[in-house]
């Protein structure tokens, strides 16, 4: 009688021979590459050249052909610029000065505007301010409903609307 | 009285500093029972010998996180049958074990040594062996040749306790019936 153990490592008795041939010198040198490599990883230190090493090894050297091509398209692109002699000069912070006849006509379209919501001048439109307290609400200027319907309607008409933010 | 001849304790320490004794030692305690298990569940000679030379090598390259010493064989195991999953998923699909309910199994379970062979069964035992399903086998195998116990044979297989119960109780079942069909 025999145990299911001793019959199954019976079977397979006859491998022993090949199963020698896993070197135990070959793991012992596995085993201490492996020591060696978890000794160093906690020393490595983040210098500035280790980093800049790393970032050249890894984005750079695989790379290098087409930074390479990269470089010499710019190179031909500053030489071809160069040669033009076209250096774009830098516009004038101030912007240019409206022309004289186009300020006139705006002029007149003010005052048609004024006529036609029957006040001397357009009211501006006022900022959108967040709502106080009532209490410290000041009333508008001559007839409140009168100007508050004004308001309205110039909101309502976006092309007076258009014209007075223009001007 | 029975003599218990207890094993020497495993020089995993001395292996992981990289002594060449340390690791003939571990390789004459597990390079066969590792090769019975993994050549009856992938049932090739040279497959199972790269398994073989292939878990050694892991196991020396990783043996630093190993934390304790004395789970060494099952973290072994657990490696070559890692190795195995592998293969198959390369190869065909693993077998699917029907896996009986937590609640069927009884705690009755013979140990290893209980289940004893006459000499003109053995033929028989191992036919028998080789027509379970994979994932019931290799809970058999991990039970008979290593005695595990069962929560190591569940970490070496990646399954829950209770289905490491029940794999045990069908591949039992299993196999006494085919044992009794070919005696009949």
Known sequence: MKTPREIILERHQSAEAKLKAIRAEELAACARSAAAETRFEPQATLSLGAIAGQIWQEIFWPWRRVWAGVVAAWVIILGLGIAAGDTPRRASARPPRPNPEVLAVLHQQEQLLSQLLGTERPPRIAHPRAPGPRSGAEPLPGNPREASRQEIALCENPVAAAWITTI | ?184
């Open chain 2, 1 to 184: 009285m029975p003599v218990v001849i207890e094993e020497p304790p495993l020089p995993v320490r001395e292996a992981r500093a990289g002594e060449p004794e340390a690791w003939e030692a571990l390789l004459a305690r597990y390079r066969l029972p590792l090769y019975a298990y993994v050549f009856e569940l992938v049932r090739h000679e040279q497959t199972a010998l790269d398994i073989v030379q292939e878990s050694f090598i892991a196991a020396a390259r990783h043996i630093q996180g190993l934390r304790q010493d004395e789970k060494f064989g099952s973290w072994l195991f657990n490696i070559a049958h890692q190795r195995c999953l592998q293969r198959w998923r390369r190869q065909r699909p693993v077998e699917v074990a029907v896996d009986l309910l937590d609640e069927d199994l009884r705690d009755l379970e013979p140990g290893p040594e209980e289940l004893l062979i006459r000499k003109e069964q053995e033929e028989d035992f191992m036919r028998a062996l080789g027509q379970l399903t994979v994932p019931h086998r290799a809970a058999l195998l991990l039970h008979l040749v290593e005695e595990f116990p069962l929560e190591e044979i569940a970490r070496i297989t990646g399954t829950r306790l209770g289905t490491v119960k029940s794999r045990l109780h069908y591949a039992r079942q299993a196999l006494r019936e085919l044992l009794e069909e070919n005696e009949a």
